[in-house]
């Protein structure tokens, strides 16, 4: 398993290159695909 840290670091990468690629998403439906993939 990732540390926090590492976690953190993951998601606010995946977050950003997310939203440059489809930035016509809500925030909100981005946030649920996250939870799915991680979960």
């Known amino acids: 398993m990732l540390n926090p840290v590492g976690i953190l670091l993951a998601k606010n990468i ?3 290159s997310k939203f440059n690629r489809q930035n016509t998403l ?4 981005k ?3 996250h ?3 991680i979960s």
Do not use: A, D, K, V
């Open 14 to 16: 995946y977050h950003r």
């Open 26 to 29: 809500l925030p909100e439906n």
């Open 31 to 33: 946030y649920l695909t």
């Open 35 to 37: 939870s799915i993939i």
